[in-house]
């Protein structure tokens, strides 16, 4: 059974700067696309960054302030935030693809404020 638990939120001041952890298990990952979403309250979930074999995405607000990293030994998916600003609060999801299905962790909150 695929698990994907994230860690590594918090409260953090504008500015500043997190680095969100996803460590997965029960599965083959290693060609799978991961990644993370996230959902601020009263908005919908929208995607940060994936990363897949030789390929990463970000969203264009995310662009050039996050780094999507993946440890392809450890099945763990990291995101470095850089600058963050009181948008980036929300709920981080950790996500993975295995064929049509979407695996989700629970998420963990990520706070800017000061």
């Known amino acids: 059974q695929v698990q994907l638990v994230e860690s590594g939120g918090g409260l953090v001041q504008p500015g500043g700067s997190l680095r969100l952890s996803c460590a997965a298990s029960?599965?083959?990952?290693?060609?799978?696309?991961m990644g993370w979403y996230r959902q601020a309250p009263g908005k919908q979930r929208e995607l940060v960054a994936t990363?897949?074999?030789?390929?990463?995405n970000y969203v264009e607000s995310m662009k050039g302030r996050s780094t999507i990293s993946r440890d392809y030994v450890t099945n763990t998916v990291y995101l470095q935030m850089n600058s963050l600003n009181l948008d980036d609060t929300a709920v981080y999801y950790c996500?993975?693809?295995?064929?049509?299905?979407?695996?989700w962790g629970r998420g963990t909150q990520v706070t800017v404020s000061s």
């Open positions: 990363i897949s074999p030789g390929r990463t």
């Open positions: 029960g599965g083959v990952f290693s060609p799978n696309p």
């Open positions: 996500w993975m693809r295995e064929g049509t299905k979407d695996y």
